[in-house]
Nanobody
Framework: QVQLVESGGGLVQPGGSLRLSCAAS????????MGWYRQAPGKQRELVAA???????NYQDSVKGRFTISRDNTKNTVYLQMNSLKPEDTAVYYC????????????????WGQGTQVTVSS
């Protein structure tokens, strides 16, 4: 199985910055897409940003110009650099990864982290 462990969440004031990390481990053959989702109380979970293996990125409109997603394939890790944070960014952020795992025959996987809390408040 592929496990995802998130880190970097916490409390920050409006206008501040935070960097989230998510490391994947397990019997990984390859990771195709990695992304960050978030869910605020009373809201649906939504895609924040995603990055494909080739480097193509996709952002929610509300975070464009403020957030940057990146990945390090040698470490099976995805990052989310969050700048100019706003109170409306407050949510639990979840890491997601899709790819191929397993031996001796490959299987597809779609794994989620347990979430990390990001709170933006003065």
């Amino acid at each position: 199985q592929v496990q995802l462990v998130e880190s970097g969440g916490g409390l920050v004031q409006p206008g501040g910055s935070l960097r989230l990390s998510c490391a994947a481990s397990g019997s990984i053959r390859s990771i195709a897409d990695m992304g960050w989702y978030r869910q605020a109380p009373g809201k649906q979970r939504e895609l924040v940003a995603a990055v494909a293996s080739g480097g193509t990125t996709n952002y929610q409109d509300s975070v464009k110009g403020r957030f940057t997603i990146s990945r390090d394939n040698t470490k099976n890790t995805v990052y989310l650099q969050m700048n100019s944070l706003k109170p409306e960014d407050t949510a639990v952020y979840y890491c997601n990864a899709k790819g191929t795992e397993g031996w001796p025959w490959p299987r597809s996987f779609n794994s989620w982290g347990q979430g990390t809390q990001v709170t933006v408040s003065s």
